[in-house]
C-alpha cells in the first residue's frame, strides 16, 4: 500500500533548546530540571538551573523530545516540569487533524536511526533542524495511524518489560558486590587501599589515531568506543579494520582481561566507564584513540571485580572529578590511574568472580531475547510505514 507523503514541515514544529548558562546550574534541587541530550532516554534530569528563563522553553511529561548530537534518539519526556537545553528539541506542535502524536513518534524513531548512519562520524554527529524538516512522512488516514500506534505500542512495552530484566540483573550484580565487600565509601571490612596504578602492568595507554572514513576490508581489526561502552565484556557485531603499521599494532593490541576505559564523551556519565576484553576474538584488536587501556595484574586486581567496583559511586565519583568538559567531557589516563581502588584478598575476588559469571551467564540470555526482540520491533516499524501492517 502507498500512502501519500507531507513534508515534516507541513505538520509539524519543532522547538530548539536555549543556550542556559551552566553557571546556574545546580544539582541540589534549587529550580527547575534541565534537560541534556544524556537526559532525553532516560526521561528525567538531576541538574538543576536556578535563573531566568521563557516559560515556552518549559518541558512537560508526555512532551517528545529529540537529541541532536550523538546519536538522535527521541523519547516521551517523563520527568516532570524541566527547561529544554540547547541541543535538545521538543516537537512543538502537531496539527492534530492530520496526524497522530504517537504515530509521528514511531516513525521519528525508524527515520532518525537511518539518518544517524548515514552521518559521518568525526568526532560527533550533529543533527539539524533543516533535516528533520525535510523529512517525508507518510500519512496514511488518521484512524490507521491511531492503530499503527495501538499495535507498536504493545511491542514497545513487551521491551520494556525484556529490558526490566536486564536492569534487574544489574542491580543482582551491585547487591552481591556489597554483600561480599561491603560499601567502598565507608569501607566497613577494611579492605587496602591504593591507587590503580599500582595495581598495574606497565602503565596505561591511549589508542589507535584513526579516521572513520579511512576503513578497509583487509586491514587490522579496531575496537572503537560504541563496540564496549556500557557492556561488562567488550563485544563488537561488526568489526570495522584500518590501515595500521607493524609498530602500531603492537602497541595498540588487545589481550584477554584488559580494562578499556572511555577517554572522551558526549556527557559526564559516559566518561571513564569500563570493559573487559574477552577471551576470544577480539583478542589482537587494536583500540581507538578515544579509549584509555589498562593491563591489570591479575594477581593483585582480578578484570571481573574491578569492573563491578567501577561502578561503585565511589570510582564513579573519583572520575568525574578528574573529567574536563568543553565541546566534550574528557578524562586522562592519570584522571583514571590515580583513583583509588580497595584490593580484598584475591580468594574472595575469585569467590566473587565465579558468582559475577552466573549473574552474566542469565544476563546474556536476556540480552539475546532482548536483541531477537529488537530485530522484531525494528521489522514491525518497517513493516507499518510501508503500509503493510
Not at 518549559?58 to 524541566?82: P, T, Y
Not at 603492537?250 to 566518561?271: E, W
Request: with cysteine; net charge positive.
Amino acid at each position: 500500500m502507498t500512502w501519500r507523503a507531507v513534508k515534516f514541515r507541513e505538520v509539524i514544529s519543532m522547538l530548539s533548546g536555549f543556550a542556559f548558562e551552566a553557571d546556574l546550574f545546580n544539582t541540589t534541587g534549587n529550580g527547575l530540571p534541565v534537560v541534556r541530550i544524556r537526559d532525553v532516554v532516560r526521561g528525567y534530569s538531576e541538574t538543576f538551573y536556578d535563573g531566568p528563563f521563557d516559560k515556552k522553553f518549559i518541558v512537560k511529561d508526555g512532551d517528545f523530545l529529540i537529541g541532536m548530537d550523538g546519536e538522535f534518539n527521541i523519547s516521551a519526556w517523563r520527568g516532570g516540569d524541566a527547561l529544554l537545553n540547547q541541543r535538545v528539541c521538543k516537537i512543538d506542535t502537531v496539527d492534530e487533524r492530520r496526524v497522530d502524536k504517537n504515530y509521528l513518534a514511531y516513525f521519528l524513531s525508524l527515520a532518525l536511526k537511518k539518518i544517524e548512519d548515514a552521518t559521518p562520524f568525526v568526532t560527533v554527529k550533529h543533527l539539524s533542524i533543516k533535516t528533520l524538516n525535510s523529512l517525508d512522512v507518510p500519512l496514511p488516514p488518521l484512524a490507521e495511524q491511531q492503530r499503527i500506534a495501538a499495535i507498536l505500542d504493545c511491542a514497545a512495552a513487551l521491551r520494556a518489560k525484556r529490558r526490566a530484566t536486564l536492569a534487574k540483573l544489574d542491580e543482582l550484580l551491585q547487591a552481591t558486590f556489597i554483600e561480599m565487600f561491603g560499601e567502598p565509601v565507608t569501607n566497613p571490612k577494611g579492605w587496602d587501599i591504593c591507587p590503580l596504578s599500582d595495581c598495574l602492568v606497565g602503565s596505561a595507554s591511549n589508542g589507535f589515531f584513526a579516521k572513520g572514513d579511512k576503513y578497509t576490508t583487509r586491514g587490522t581489526p579496531i575496537i572503537w568506543i560504541s563496540d564496549f561502552i556500557d557492556l561488562f565484556y567488550a563485544k563488537v557485531d561488526n568489526i570495522k579494520r584500518v590501515e595500521a603499521n607493524a609498530k602500531d599494532i603492537a602497541k595498540n593490541q588487545v589481550r584477554y582481561g584488559d580494562v578499556l576505559f572511555c577517554r572522551s564523551s558526549l556527557t559526564p556519565a559516559g566518561i571513564g566507564k569500563a570493559s573487559i576484553i574477552p577471551p576470544g576474538d577480539l583478542e589482537g584488536t587494536i583500540f581507538e584513540c578515544h579509549i584509555i587501556k589498562c593491563t591489570l595484574n591479575q594477581s593483585v586486581l582480578l578484570p571481573e571485580f574491578f569492573r563491578v567496583f567501577s561502578d561503585t559511586p565511589y570510582f564513579r565519583q573519583q572520575i568525574l572529578k578528574h573529567a574536563k568538559t568543553a565541546t566534550m567531557t574528557t578524562i586522562s589516563q592519570q584522571g583514571i590511574v590515580n583513583n583509588k581502588v580497595f584490593v580484598p584478598p584475591l580468594e574472595m575476588q575469585q569467590k566473587f568472580k565465579e558468582a559475577c559469571n552466573q549473574i552474566l551467564t542469565q544476563r546474556e540470555l536476556s540480552v539475546k531475547s532482548l536483541a531477537v526482540f529488537d530485530t522484531f520491533f525494528h521489522s514491525l516499524q518497517q513493516r507499518a510505514f510501508r503500509g503493510n501492517l
